[in-house]
T-cell receptor
């Protein structure tokens, strides 16, 4: 079946630095990718919707300049956390969809990335 | 606005028994999808089952079945013959069309613990 790969799985960075997380669709073209954030023992919260070739659409309360999203191709979207701070430490997970009839098989999740800012 | 409610923060079930995880939803869209995902401690989101708003029959996938009651706006997950490996967080989610594609709104989740 379709696979979405996310990298890195774990990352530790120093406060003030930037870190990039990649989300790749391995065997299908994902016109849209979604980025979610999950704090410990909480649910997934949508951060932004990434459409190939256009600017991302951010959810209310998400800082566009802090969480840079680039969707340069139909198989790759990146999330860059700029000037990271300890409060940005979280689990980030992407999902991808293809423009077919909506079903459980058309929304695929990456493995997620654990970010720790020290 | 779309909303998913999972009222059970935690559930316990004896191994080999069945368990029902509750999920209610609210939406004004006539077309939507309902999903259940399993999230083990590793963090990955494992798709379990899907129900479309226009599907007449309840969805089933192996030991998982979705009890879809449209009038009550509920989409409960039933896990039969629980196994120790079923211990995890379970999230109910609803899809809706936004920003040109389908986004998911998640409930707060239910932590299921299977007792030997």
């Amino acid at each position: 079946g379709a696979v979405v790969s996310q990298h890195p799985s774990w990352v530790i960075c120093k406060s003030g630095t930037s870190v990039k997380i990649e989300c790749r669709s391995l065997d299908f073209q994902a016109t849209t990718m979604f980025w979610y954030r999950q704090f410990p023992k909480q649910s997934l919260m949508l951060m932004a919707t990434s459409n190939e070739g256009s600017k991302a659409t951010y959810e209310q309360g998400v800082e566009k300049d802090k969480f840079l999203i680039n969707h340069a191709s139909l198989t790759l979207s990146t999330l860059t956390v700029t000037s990271a701070h300890p409060e940005d430490s979280s689990f980030y997970i992407c999902s991808a969809s293809s423009p077919r009839v909506l079903s459980g098989n058309t929304i695929y999740f990456g493995e997620g990335s654990w970010l720790t800012v020290v | 606005a779309q909303k998913i409610t999972q009222t059970q923060p935690g559930m316990f079930v004896q191994e080999k028994e069945a368990v029902t995880l509750d999920c209610t939803y609210d939406t004004s869209d006539p077309s939507y999808g309902l999903f259940w995902y399993k999230q083990p401690s590793s963090g990955e989101m494992i798709f379990l089952i899907y129900q479309g708003s226009y599907d007449q029959q309840n969805a089933t996938e192996g030991r998982y079945s979705l009890n879809f009651q449209k009038a009550r706006k509920s989409a409960n997950l039933v896990i039969s013959a629980s196994q120790l490996g079923d211990s995890a967080m379970y999230f109910c989610a609803m899809s809706y069309s936004g920003a040109g594609s389908y986004q998911l709104t998640f409930g707060k989740g239910t932590k299921l613990s299977v007792i030997p």
